[in-house]
């Protein structure tokens, strides 16, 4: 297997850019060998969702085609002992080592109290303290799922809390709201850093 001199995260993966392109001229990387930075780290994206952004991201600017960047966000989706459970993008802690100035908000009923018939939905964001952009979303409760390619938007489109606050609503009709709960969030945490 060849080697290419650049510069190296982590995990063993080439640094690479939005664009995909590596530290050394010429060069691009996408998928597995690949790490995103941020901060002033690299993060590894190994959904292979993500891993086809890259490549068509990649190959694209490799042949010339510009500089398109890739908008990525890892995600997951799960029911967990009939709970649903959706996340995208990163958690605080993680956003804080690669040297991001990160806030996590949480709030339980997110969408009123009545949101579920089962119960409470709940949300959390972790986003810039300065910028109020948004690197991470987590929500739980009946509907959850249905989210999964909002919130990976959410976080790969560098949306800002305000940006979130005054979009256009989903249709969510398992949500008894007329209002998506993530933009009902994005407006709490606002509300709550305005004191």
Known sequence: MPEVECAMGGQGGAVVDGSMRTSTDGVF??????????????????????????????????????????????????????????????????????????????DDGAAGSDATPEGVFRASMVFERGSHRIYGVEVSGTGALSLSSYLSAVVSSRSRLEDVFYQESLY????????????????????????
């Open 172 to 195: 969510l009709p398992l949500l008894d709201e007329d209002a998506s709960p993530i933009c009902l969030t994005a407006g709490k945490f606002l509300a709550r850093l305005r004191g």
């Open 29 to 106: 990387a996408a998928g597995d060998c690949a790490e995103l930075r941020v901060g002033t780290g690299s993060v590894p994206f190994r959904l292979r969702s993500s891993a086809l952004v890259m490549g068509r991201t990649a190959g694209r600017n490799a042949v010339g085609g510009g500089l398109a960047e890739a908008g990525l966000a890892g995600s997951l989706a799960l029911d967990v002992f009939g709970t649903e459970l959706c996340t995208a993008g990163m958690g605080a802690a993680e956003g804080r080592a690669l040297g991001l100035d990160l806030i996590e908000m949480e």
